[in-house]
């Protein structure tokens, strides 16, 4: 089938660089002799037929902004079949042919349930923070994250070490230890506290009995948001209860995690994502994500990519085991 006309839009947490995403996406669909049309606030829009047509300078000066200009919103009504059979009609009738949806897990859970209920071409790219999507070696705002977390770990350091306290600081990360881990390696913490490591081993206890502030006057411990580490709370009232002879605080990043403007790599990553999101739509892909392995652009299928549990490098682990010391 010749795709005339693509449909972009942004669904589940915002990311920095999915502007960058968007732009590339509508840029090299016009190039290649297509319309485009946003899709405002994620799958709802397509239930509730929020849909702009854009052109080239629709996308003019935002490849440097944080966020997304078609905004983002949860979609109960995505969820039921018959709210997917609204958003199908709403395709047909705007004659839109191809979807491009830049989001994280459960965004691409969604369009693999669509594309597969109504064989509608669909194309993913992977925006998330957490960098957890199987099949690309990193997503789409995860570098930018990675850099807020370093530099606000850095000016707690400034603090922990006046006061010789042991801080914990929480970054996001609900099931994956990308951000924790690399960030620890990056700001040079005491330590990362992940999901991925949280079966095999109690890593405060761990933490303690290695010589914990051995040889240093302050400690910086970088904890995932995690139900199962308990977060930087969890670990501050377990240090409370079982080593109180240590002075505790704790710092939440939050949602700056999420904002500011995309790093030069993220820009980048982006930008050749959504370049390669038209080229897999011309070449009839479909229900793929665009992923980045070894700088080369592949192909993952939704499948993969959803399922399959990103595996976090031990040799880092080690790396900042050795480098805390």
């Known amino acids: ?19 960058a995403a968007i732009r590339a996406v509508t840029r090299a669909a016009i ?35 944080g966020g997304t200009i078609l905004k983002t919103a949860r979609c109960l009504e995505f969820t039921t079949p018959e709210g ?14 191809a979807l491009v949806v830049i989001g994280g897990d459960g965004s691409l859970t969604g369009a693999r349930i669509f594309a597969q209920e109504f064989n ?38 400034d603090t922990a070490s006046s006061h010789e306290r042991l801080f914990f600081i929480e970054v996001m990360g609900r099931e994956c230890g990308f951000l924790a881990l690399n960030g620890a390696i990056a700001s040079g913490a005491e330590a990362a506290i992940i999901p991925e490591k949280a079966y095999e081993k109690d890593q405060l206890e761990d933490l303690i009995s290695n010589g914990f ?7 910086l411990v970088l904890v995932a948001e995690s139900e199962v580490t308990g977060g930087a709370m969890g670990m501050a009232e377990r240090v409370k209860k079982e080593f109180p002879q240590y002075d ?29 999101a038209i080229d ?33 490098n031990e040799s880092l682990m080690n790396v900042l085991k050795i480098l805390s010391t």
């Open 120 to 157: 509608y071409p669909i194309v993913g790219l992977p925006g998330t923070i957490d960098n957890d999507l199987f099949g690309t070696d990193t997503t789409i705002g995860y570098d930018t994250a990675l850099n807020t977390i370093m530099e606000a770990v850095d000016k707690i350091r």
């Open 248 to 276: 505790v605080r704790v710092s939440i990043l939050g949602h700056v995690q999420r904002g500011g403007s995309p790093s030069a790599s993220d820009r980048i990553l982006a930008s050749r994502m959504g370049a390669a």
């Open 213 to 219: 502030r051995k040889s240093k006057n302050s400690s």
């Open 1 to 19: 089938m010749q795709i005339k006309c693509v449909g972009v839009l942004t669904s589940g947490g915002d990311a920095p660089g999915m502007n």
């Open 84 to 97: 997917r059979q609204v958003a199908y009609e709403t395709l047909v009738r705007e004659g839109i042919d």
């Open 31 to 65: 190039y290649g002799g297509m319309e485009v049309k946003g899709i405002l606030r994620g799958y709802r829009g397509l239930i509730f037929n929020e849909i702009v047509p854009f052109t080239t300078s629709s996308v003019s000066n935002i490849i440097q902004q």
């Open 280 to 312: 897999a739509l011309k070449e009839d892909q479909r229900n793929v994500m665009i992923g980045i392995v070894n700088d080369e652009i592949v192909y993952v299928p939704f499948a993969k990519a959803i399922k399959k549990n990103k595996p976090i």
